[in-house]
Nanobody, 119 residues
Framework: QVQLVESGGGLVQPGGSLRLSCAAS????????MGWYRQAPGKQRELVAT???????NRADSVKGRFTISRDNAKNTVYLQMNSLKPEDTGVYFC?????????????WGQGTQVTVTS
């Protein structure tokens, strides 16, 4: 069973930065796409950024120029560097991974990490 554990959330002032990490643990699996999603209070979960195993990235328009997604395949870890944070970036950030174990391919979610941007 694959588990994703996020870290790096917290409280930051507008204009500040945070770096989120998400590490996958388990055995006998391969990870394909990884990504970050967020959910603000009262809103649906939305895509923030994704990255393929080969390093191709996709980001929501609202975070382009401010957020950067990267990954370390050897460590089964994905990162989200968030700069120039705005209050509207506040929410719970979830890590997601597209995993293959044996003949099964499935998605896995982390438990989420809170990001709060406020003065």
């Amino acid at each position: 069973q694959v588990q994703l554990v996020e870290s790096g959330g917290g409280l930051v002032q507008p204009g500040g930065s945070l770096r989120l990490s998400c590490a996958a643990s388990g055995s006998g699996f391969s990870i394909y796409d990884m990504g970050w999603y967020r959910q603000a209070p009262g809103k649906q979960r939305e895509l923030v950024a994704t990255i393929t195993r080969g390093g191709s990235t996709n980001r929501a328009d609202s975070v382009k120029g401010r957020f950067t997604i990267s990954r370390d395949n050897a460590k089964n870890t994905v990162y989200l560097q968030m700069n120039s944070l705005k209050p509207e970036d506040t929410g719970v950030y979830f890590c997601n991974a597209d995993v293959q174990g044996g003949f099964r391919r499935y998605g896995v979610w982390g438990q989420g990490t809170q990001v709060t941007v406020t003065s």
